[in-house]
Every structure is written in structure tokens, then in C-alpha cells.
């Protein structure tokens, strides 16, 4: 059933090359005791090596089940070794980690029994080397008898059919010597025991078959077998493989016995991780400020049509950053360089026509809580002090003038009511009037107040305000045909004076709300809608309208119309018609702002790039550019972090490394037991593994601690509460991380460790 053939066997150290084995043929019974006898430096230990699988031989052919093993591979090897072969060493060779149940039960473990099996013949085999009571005991804590005891019952619990002791009694005291050997010699019963020793008194009172060596050759054989003899047995061979379950066992228990150094490891790469989430929740914690605070206050801030709109959009403010940056700053070439204009890159000319109005006439009214229009349309209005007289106001002397429409059923404007105080007075937009914005401190332009009708004065009353009567003057009052030419009537008295002319007053006095300041900081004067109407209404049947309708030249100049002129344009200017040169929407809130921009998106849907209608979003730039700054902020820590998450994979490279060298014994203990090289990788994988983890929950529970007094820090410095928040998912993320780079980092130690030659791993200490 096995049969060497012709077996040599050389070591080359440098230049010397040992013959430890020379042309060696044997062949072994299914059943008996051979004992090989030789002197130290015979090649024993060489041959034993061979028989189990554990070293290769150079030449000739080791014939098992009548088959040879000249093209086993790794597997077949390792199967061999796990299933067919028990190891018996004179230095026992157990893992000093694991306790003396688990040790046995190795082998079992690697060819995939299953638990309670596996015990049960473990303990099984304790009890038949009479250790049935030291099972939960570690290796270190028994004698060296015992030990060996434990080495048999482990060489035993798999039932191989070859048992190989290589000395196992050269350590031990006479009286263990004799126990250790009896015990071989009722295995050797029914089984095949090969054992080594240079001791002849052993191997006469023992085996059954004496063969001796001598510098590598056979000499002797007191029973070689005869050629008619029948040997015909099989032996059978299954495959091993070891789970990630046993290796993370395997390495949990040995990394027990460095908890210290474990410990020390994982915090020390731990630190990267705690930048990175630091800086995460950070930024996180700042991103939720920024929407919160855009929910809060910029979510009511006004979505701007204007007839001249600023694409804000990212790409546009990438653009005018990438246009500062590309090209170098104080060149020394004497040339001038050409640069995109500012209009075709970010400017865009909206034209708002009365469809589009229309248009934003429908959008939902439980998404907006106010809309107003700034209108082309001009008023006439004269207004009278004591000092400086009559004076006419309208859009060339710079009355501004915004519509105001009701969105309420009282004819007020939600809006108004949300983001405005009413200081004095009523609003009421159904009736032609004023409002006046007064800004956080009260004031008004000097400019605006003149065209109320006061003079230069340093304050005025609230009543005096609302007590103030103007006129609106209409275009068949004010306009006077001569021959063929239209000209405005220049006596004011007379105007402002005439029945026909409608008296306004300042409805109401508002201020922004507090906490609205950035919204409503300036002042301004509005008119409502009710105002507009009367207007357009009126002077649409004025007869220098009807005329100008007409005819084809500007009935103002009596000339042809210029190039900038249109008859709409003449008409709007005669208050015949409003054009919105720009749309003021107020969302309700964050989610009706959301609806009111893809209502906007839609129309310009399908629509070319000319034709669309762009809006600003005041609140959306805010956020986007602090936003924007924010991600540019954490990805430069970041990196800052990464440097040293990097340095410390290199650290557990190394640590690891130190762990193979630490562990070559146990690498050559689980080779000899049938460990697969995958295996091996797996044990040194599986401790890369628990130090990742362990290092990301480090990293992560130190974050969270951190986070206290780091968040007491930023109270007292922003009185924003609670800022920095990690996030569960970037948590999660930061611990595959820290796992991926230990891994990574133990990857090449562990391929190093399973490529380690087992006999050389069995010899060292
Ligand atoms: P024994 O077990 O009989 O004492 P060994 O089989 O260990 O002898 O060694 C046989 C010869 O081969 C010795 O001369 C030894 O020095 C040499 N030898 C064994 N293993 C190696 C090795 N890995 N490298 C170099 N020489 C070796
Ligand atoms: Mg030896």
C-alpha cells in the first residue's frame, strides 16, 4: 500500500549540497511497527518527511495504493496529509493558544466534520491517551508527557492509516518515555506506525521492523517484504479546506494571547479613521445646518424672472472660477488675451411675454404665498408740498413700480403677512395705492421720500406719510394734441387739481421681519393691483393710445420709431399695456418652492437654449456656494486624513509580518495537519480582519466621544446646537474602509506566510 522507490532527496545550502537520501526503496505493510535507526544526520527525518507528504522528494516515485505521486499537486498533498498521515514530533508541535480539545480537533476541523461530531472524537481519542480530564486545558499547562499524549490523541482523532513519529519520546524522562511508547505500540495494532529514533534498545523492545540508515542510504531491514506476500490495501484520500469561521477562531484565540499589542495596533490605525469621520460629521453637520437654515429663512426668499438673468448654475460659477485660474496671473508676455463675455457665458435675456405671464398666472396657489411684478407701465403722479410746489413723478424721474397682487380673499398677500410687520396704515390691494417698505432702521431713500412730496427732511411721522395726497394724472388729461404732435401738459396745478384725477395715498407703512433680514433689507414702495388696473384701464381708451395703435411713426416724437423702439414699447411707456420686465415668486415653503421650479423647468422644456425663460434662485446660490466651499473644505482634510489611514496599513503590514514570523510554528503544525496554503492565507487574513474591525470600532466610539466637547466648542463659538452629527451610514462606510485597508495591508505577509515551506516551519522555535 505504500512503496519508495529509488527516493533521493538533496538539500543545497549555498554552494554545499547535502545528499540526505540516497536511492532509498521500501516497502511498508498495511499493519506493523517499523522503527528507522540511524544516527543523527542520517536523512531520518528526511525520509519521515517524505512518507508524509510534508517535503518533496527529487527523484524516484512514492507509490501509494499502487498509485505514484509524481503528478500530486498541492491538494492532493494536503488531502493526503490530513486524511492518511498522523504526525507524532519530538517536540510535540501543538498550538499554544488553543486548548488541548481544540488542538486535537484541528485536523477534524480542516477536513469540514461538523462540530458535535468533531468533540465527540476528540474526546474520544483524549480519553484513550488517558487525558480525558485536561481537555479544556491550554498546551503550556501540562507536563511533557502529557503533551506528547495529546500530540498522539491529535494524530490519532482523524483515523489516518500511517502513523509517523519523528523521535517521540527523544525528550522525555525514561518513565515517560516507556508510557509514551506502550501507547504507540497498542496503536501500531492495527495500523501502519513509522517511527524514527537513534535508539536501538527502543526499537528492539517496540517494532516489529527494524530498518537501518546510514548517511542517507538504507543498510538494513529485518523484514522487507517477500515478493509473493499479498499488500493490496487502499487508502482513501478526501479533500480539506478550512472555513473562514475556524480561521477567525483560530487568529481570535491567538490574538488573545497579544491583547496589548492588539489593542495598541488597532487604536494607532484607528487615528485615520477618527479624522475622517470627525471631518464627516462635520461637514454633515454643516450640510444640515445650511438646509435647515434654507428651509427656515431662504425657502420663502423670492425666485427672480428678470428680463436679464444671471445663469447662476454651478457649471456657470465653475466656468468664471476656471476662466480666473486657467490662464497666469501677471503675465509677462506682452499680449492681450481674449476672455468669454460675461454676457454670453452668464447672462441671459429672458423675454417675458404675455404667454409666459400667463403662464406663471397658473401656477398652483397653495405653492406661493405672494407674487409680484415689476412692470414697464408708467404712472403719472404729481405731488404737492408748500415749499417746492407741484412736481411730477413717474418712471423718468424713478418711481419704482411694483405690482403687488392679492393672493388672499381679504386682498391681502400671504406673503406680505409672513415676512413683513405692518407698522401703520392697512394694506388693501383691491383699492389703488401705495405700500411703502421702510428698511431694518426705518429709513427710506431721500430720493423716494421727494417723490412722496416731501422735501429733504430728516424724519417724518408715520401719519404725515399716510395723511399724504397725490395724484395720478390719466393720458387724455395729460397729453394735449397740437397740430399733429402729442405734448404733455406742463401745468401741474391745473392737473393735480382736475376732477378727472385719481387721488392715492400710502396704504401702509411695512418693515421685514427680524428674522427675515436678509430677505427685506432695503427699502422700496409698491403699488397694488388694484392700481395697475385703473391705469390700464383708463388710458388703453385714451386717444394718443388710439393713435398710437394706428400709426407707424412714435406719436411722442412724430418721428419714425428708433431702433430701440416698438409700438408695444411706446404703448407700455403710455401705461396702455404692462409688460413685466421682472416676477417676484414667494414659495410657501421648501417643498413648494421645489414645485414652483419644475413648473418653471417645464416650460423650458423642448424649447431652445434662446427661447427659455432663466430664473435666479437667490437661496439655491447661497446654499450651492457654501455648499460648494464646504465639500472642498472636507475633501482637502480628508485627504489630509487619508495619508495617515495609508500609513497605518503599511503599520499593520508590518505588525502582521511580525505576526507570520511569530506564527511559522503553527503555520508548519497546521501544513502538517493538512491546511491548505488558501488556509494558511485565511488564519493571517482573518487576524487583519478582527484588527480592521476592532480599529474601525475604535475609531468610530472615539468619534462619538469627541463629538461632545467638539460640539460645546462650536456652540459657544456659532450658537448653532449639536452641529456635528456622524452619520450611521458613513460610520458603517468608515469601518469597510478601515477592514479593506487592514486587509490590504496584512495581504502580503499572509501570502508570504502560506508560501512558507512547512518542514522549515516545523523546525523553527
Ligand atoms: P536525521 O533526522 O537522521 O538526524 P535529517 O533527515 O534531519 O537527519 O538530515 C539529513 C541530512 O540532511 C543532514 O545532513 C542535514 O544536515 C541535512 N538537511 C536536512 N534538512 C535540511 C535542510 N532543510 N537544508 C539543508 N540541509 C538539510
Ligand atoms: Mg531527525
Given at each position: 500500500m505504500l512503496k519508495l522507490k529509488k527516493i533521493n532527496k538533496s538539500y543545497k545550502t549555498g554552494e554545499f549540497k547535502q545528499h540526505a537520501l540516497k536511492d532509498v526503496t521500501i516497502e511498508f505493510r498495511k499493519n506493523e511497527f517499523v522503527a528507522i535507526l540511524g544516527p543523527s544526520g542520517s536523512g531520518k527525518t528526511t525520509l519521515l518527511n517524505i512518507i508524509g507528504g510534508l517535503d518533496r522528494y527529487d527523484n524516484g516515485d512514492l507509490i501509494i495504493n499502487n498509485q505514484s505521486t509524481k503528478e500530486f499537486d498541492d491538494s492532493n498533498w494536503d488531502a493526503y496529509r490530513n486524511n492518511c498521515i498522523g504526525f507524532i514530533f519530538q517536540s510535540y508541535n501543538l498550538i499554544n493558544h488553543i486548548s488541548i480539545l481544540e488542538n486535537v480537533e484541528m485536523s477534524l476541523t480542516l477536513s469540514g466534520v461538523d462540530k458535535k461530531e468533531k468533540k465527540q472524537r476528540a474526546i474520544e481519542a483524549l480519553t484513550?491517551?488517558?487525558?480525558?480530564?485536561?481537555?479544556?486545558?491550554?498546551?503550556?499547562?501540562?507536563?511533557?508527557?502529557?503533551?506528547?499524549?495529546?500530540?498522539?490523541?491529535?494524530?490519532?482523532?482523524?483515523?489516518?492509516?500511517?502513523?509517523?513519529?519523528?523521535?517521540p519520546t527523544g525528550a522525555l524522562d525514561t518513565k515517560t518515555s516507556k508510557q509514551i511508547m506502550d501507547l504507540i505500540k497498542e496503536i501500531a495494532?492495527?495500523?501502519?506506525?513509522?517511527?524514527?529514533?537513534?535508539?536501538?534498545?527502543?526499537?528492539?523492545?517496540?517494532?516489529?521492523?527494524?530498518?537501518?540508515?546510514?548517511?542517507?542510504?538504507?543498510?538494513?531491514?529485518?523484514?522487507?517484504?517477500?515478493?509473493?506476500?499479498?499488500?493490496?490495501?487502499?487508502?482513501?484520500?478526501?479533500?480539506?479546506?478550512?472555513?473562514?469561521?475556524?480561521?477567525?477562531?483560530?487568529?481570535?484565540?491567538?490574538?488573545?494571547?497579544?491583547?496589548?499589542?492588539?489593542?495598541?495596533?488597532?487604536?494607532?490605525?484607528?487615528?485615520?479613521?477618527?479624522?475622517?469621520?470627525?471631518?464627516?460629521?462635520?461637514?454633515?453637520?454643516?450640510?444640515?445646518q445650511i438646509d435647515k437654515f434654507e428651509r427656515e429663512t431662504l425657502s420663502q426668499s423670492p425666485i427672480i424672472i428678470s428680463e436679464q438673468a444671471m445663469s447662476m448654475s454651478e457649471e456657470n460659477i465653475a466656468k468664471v472660477i476656471e476662466d480666473n485660474n486657467n490662464l497666469e496671473k501677471y503675465p509677462t508676455d506682452k499680449k492681450v488675451f481674449v476672455q468669454d463675455d460675461l454676457e454670453t457665458t452668464m447672462m441671459h435675456t429672458n423675454n417675458i411675454s404675455n404667454e409666459y405671464v400667463d403662464y406663471i398666472k397658473k401656477i398652483s396657489q397653495k405653492d406661493i404665498s405672494g407674487i409680484s411684478y415689476q412692470t414697464a407701465t408708467n404712472f403719472n403722479i404729481i405731488n404737492y408740498n408748500e415749499e417746492t410746489g407741484y412736481q411730477l413723478v413717474n418712471s423718468t424721474t424713478g418711481l419704482m413700480p411694483w405690482t403687488l397682487i392679492p393672493t388672499k380673499e381679504d386682498n391681502t398677500s400671504e406673503m406680505l403677512e409672513t415676512n413683513y410687520d405692518v407698522l401703520a396704515g392697512e394694506i388693501d390691494t383691491s383699492s389703488p395705492g401705495l405700500i411703502l417698505q421702510v428698511d431694518p432702521k426705518n429709513r427710506v431713500y431721500a430720493s423716494t421720500l421727494k417723490q412722496l412730496g416731501f422735501t429733504s427732511e430728516d424724519e417724518v411721522d408715520f401719519e404725515d406719510i399716510l395723511n399724504k395726497e397725490l395724484k395720478l394724472v390719466l393720458n387724455d388729461d395729460y397729453y394735449k394734441k397740437v397740430n399733429e404732435f402729442y405734448i404733455p401738459n406742463q401745468d401741474l396745478e391745473a392737473l393735480y387739481n382736475n376732477e378727472n384725477s385719481i387721488t392715492i395715498k400710502v396704504q401702509a407703512i411695512i418693515r421685514g421681519k427680524e428674522d427675515k433680514e436678509i430677505l427685506t433689507s432695503t427699502s422700496a414702495i409698491a403699488y397694488t393691483n388694484a392700481l395697475t388696473d385703473i391705469v390700464i384701464e383708463n388710458n388703453k381708451g385714451s386717444s394718443i393710445v388710439n393713435d398710437q395703435k394706428e400709426s407707424d411713426y412714435n406719436v411722442l416724437t412724430n418721428q419714425p420709431f428708433t431702433e430701440d423702439e416698438t409700438?408695444?414699447?411706446?404703448?407700455?411707456?403710455?401705461?396702455?399695456?404692462?409688460?413685466?420686465?421682472?416676477?417676484?415668486?414667494?414659495?410657501?415653503?421648501?417643498?413648494?418652492?421645489?414645485?414652483?421650479?419644475?413648473?418653471?423647468?417645464?416650460?423650458?422644456?423642448?424649447?431652445?437654449?434662446?427661447?427659455?425663460?432663466?430664473?435666479?434662485?437667490?437661496?439655491?446660490?447661497?446654499?450651492?456656494?457654501?455648499?460648494?466651499?464646504?465639500?472642498?473644505?472636507?475633501?482637502?482634510?480628508?485627504?489630509?486624513?487619508?495619508?495617515?489611514?495609508i500609513v497605518s496599513s503599511i503599520m499593520i503590514g508590518i505588525i502582521t509580518y511580525i505576526s507570520v514570523l511569530e506564527r511559522t510554528k503553527e503555520i508548519g503544525i497546521l501544513r502538517a495537519l493538512g491546511a491548505r496554503k488558501k488556509d494558511i492565507t485565511r488564519v493571517f487574513n482573518a487576524e487583519t480582519f478582527i484588527i480592521g474591525l476592532v480599529s474601525g470600532i475604535i475609531g468610530i466610539l472615539i468619534t462619538c466621544i469627541l463629538l461632545v466637547p467638539a460640539n460645546i466648542l462650536l456652540e459657544n463659538l456659532t450658537n448653532l446646537e449639536n452641529v456635528a452629527q456622524l452619520n450611521p451610514l458613513h460610520a458603517l462606510i468608515l469601518m469597510i474602509v478601515s477592514i479593506s485597508l487592514t486587509l490590504i495591508g496584512g495581504f502580503i505577509p499572509a501570502k508570504l506566510a502560506s508560501k512558507k515551506d512547512p518542514v522549515e516551519a516545523l523546525r523553527t522555535e
Open positions: 484513550k491517551v488517558g487525558l480525558k480530564s485536561h481537555i479544556h486545558k491550554k498546551p503550556n499547562q501540562l507536563s511533557g508527557g502529557q503533551m506528547q499524549r495529546v500530540a498522539i490523541a491529535r494524530s490519532l482523532v482523524n483515523n489516518p492509516e500511517i502513523i509517523l513519529a519523528d523521535e495494532q492495527d495500523k501502519l506506525v513509522i517511527m524514527v529514533t537513534h535508539n536501538p534498545e527502543l526499537a528492539k523492545n517496540y517494532a516489529t521492523r527494524i530498518i537501518e540508515f546510514k548517511d542517507g542510504s538504507l543498510i538494513s531491514d529485518s523484514k522487507p517484504i517477500k515478493k509473493k506476500e499479498k499488500n493490496k490495501e487502499e487508502i482513501h484520500i478526501k479533500k480539506t479546506s478550512m472555513n473562514f469561521l475556524t480561521a477567525l477562531n483560530l487568529s481570535f484565540n491567538n490574538i488573545k494571547t497579544k491583547k496589548g499589542r492588539t489593542a495598541l495596533t488597532a487604536f494607532a490605525s484607528s487615528i485615520g479613521i477618527i479624522g475622517i469621520a470627525l471631518i464627516l460629521s462635520l461637514s454633515n453637520g454643516f450640510d444640515i409700438k408695444e414699447t411706446i404703448l407700455s411707456y403710455l401705461g396702455a399695456e404692462t409688460t413685466p420686465v421682472a416676477i417676484y415668486i414667494y414659495p410657501k415653503d421648501f417643498e413648494s418652492k421645489d414645485n414652483i421650479i419644475s413648473y418653471l423647468d417645464k416650460y423650458n422644456e423642448k424649447k431652445e437654449e434662446k427661447d427659455t425663460i432663466q430664473y435666479t434662485d437667490m437661496a439655491q446660490m447661497v446654499s450651492s456656494l457654501t455648499g460648494n466651499i464646504m465639500n472642498a473644505v472636507t475633501i482637502v482634510l480628508i485627504s489630509f486624513s487619508a495619508i495617515s489611514l
